[in-house]
T-cell receptor
Framework: AQTVTQSQPEMSVQEAETVTLSCTYD???????LFWYKQPPSRQMILVIR??????QNATENRFSVNFQKAAKSFSLKISDSQLGDAAMYFC????????????FGKGTRLHILP | EPEVTQTPSHQVTQMGQEVILRCVPI?????FYWYRQILGQKVEFLVS????????KSEIFDDQFSVERPDGSNFTLKIRSTKLEDSAMYFC????????????FGPGTRLLVL
């Protein structure tokens, strides 16, 4: 069964600095999708970024980028120029395209932004 | 930008009561999902729904749970006889297609069972 591990329960970063959130996963599949979701205090789950495993190029969305290392099964999220609004719980997630409808989530990393 | 909506935002109920959580998925989406998040824990998949039937469900989704698409816009989760351990945040999600598609989540319903 696939698993997603986020080893950093909490992190803090100074406003305007860069922070990297770690995620590793375990799967025997060669094709899959990886996501980072953000959950602010309002509790809504917001998609931050998505990566298809067959793409070698790392996904980027404005200040958010990933470092996808398929062989190492690692999928870290980098947030550049951190802003106060980035404070949230961040969930790494996995989805198999071949079977299963479900998304498998990690336990999350709570990110604090220090003014 | 279209989004998934959920009502109510908060629900308090007595143990043993029935609750219905409502969701309006994005209009052109065909696949619908329910997840739950017990406080302090990870988000867990409950069930997926397509073409008016359940396509997948987890171990959590036992006989006390049911889902329905009563009309062309709503997607509901019913818990027949709530237990204390059903207290959680319930998220609805939808996607345009099944595979290769991102699931978009609603804001959640916080359910508290007393």
């Amino acid at each position: 069964a696939q698993t997603v591990t986020q080893s950093q329960p909490e992190m803090s970063v100074q406003e305007a600095e860069t922070v990297t959130l770690s995620c590793t996963y375990d799967t025997s599949e060669s094709d899959y999708y990886l996501f980072w979701y953000k959950q602010p205090p309002s509790r809504q789950m917001i998609l931050v970024i998505r990566q298809e495993a067959y793409k070698q190029q790392n996904a980027t969305e404005n200040r958010f980028s990933v470092n996808f290392q398929k062989a190492a099964k690692s999928f870290s999220l980098k947030i550049s120029d951190s802003q106060l609004g980035d404070a949230a719980m961040y969930f790494c997630a996995y989805r198999s395209p071949n079977r299963d409808d479900k998304i498998i989530f990690g336990k999350g990393t709570r990110l604090h932004i220090l003014p | 930008e279209p989004e998934v909506t959920q009502t109510p935002s908060h629900q308090v109920t007595q143990m043993g009561q029935e609750v219905i959580l409502r969701c309006v998925p994005i209009s052109n989406h065909l696949y619908f999902y329910w997840y739950r998040q017990i406080l302090g824990q990870k988000v867990e998949f409950l069930v997926s729904f397509y073409n008016n039937e359940i396509s997948e469900k987890s171990e959590i989704f036992d006989d006390q749970f049911s889902v329905e698409r009563p009309d062309g816009s709503n997607f509901t989760l019913k818990i027949r006889s709530t237990k204390l351990e059903d207290s959680a945040m319930y998220f609805c999600a939808s996607s345009e297609a099944r595979q290769q598609e991102t699931q978009y989540f609603g804001p959640g319903t916080r359910l508290l069972v007393l």
